[in-house]
């Protein structure tokens, strides 16, 4: 029904800068909330930034200050504007999606394959 694709993900030396985006496709469908989680190797994933419909956001107090979640709902897209990379944030990104299908009221999960972010001199 619903299908996320990532993108933008790379190599970046630190203090450098990343976009990354997901666009959602599939059969029409309301957006609750999208956002994005990372895993590293041996560590527990960690949800990055969330964004609600009504435009609130939150971000884990690890990246807080230097990533910007952000949406275009005419493309529904969600963007995260990654700044002042460092070598911890290396990781495979995820992005993910809370929608409700047009007409009906029940509400599903849906997540992307990730982007792998490589953050190194």
């Known amino acids: 029904q619903v299908q996320l694709v990532e993108s933008g993900g790379g190599l970046v030396q630190p203090g450098g800068s990343l976009r990354l985006s997901c666009v959602a496709s599939?059969?029409?469908?309301?957006?609750?909330?999208m956002g994005w989680s990372r895993q590293a190797p041996g560590k527990q994933r960690e949800l990055v930034a969330v964004?609600?419909?009504?435009?609130?956001?939150n971000y884990a107090d690890s990246v807080n200050g230097r990533f910007t979640i952000s949406g275009d709902n005419a493309k529904n897209t969600v963007y995260l504007q990654m700044n002042s990379l460092k070598p911890e944030d290396t990781a495979v990104y995820y992005c993910?999606?809370?929608?409700?299908?047009?007409?009906?009221?029940?509400?599903?999960?849906?997540w992307g394959q990730g982007t792998q972010v490589t953050v190194s001199s």
């Open positions: 993910f999606a809370d929608i409700t299908p047009y007409g009906t009221t029940w509400r599903s999960d849906f």
């Open positions: 599939g059969r029409r469908f309301s957006i609750n909330t």
């Open positions: 964004m609600t419909s009504g435009g609130s956001t």
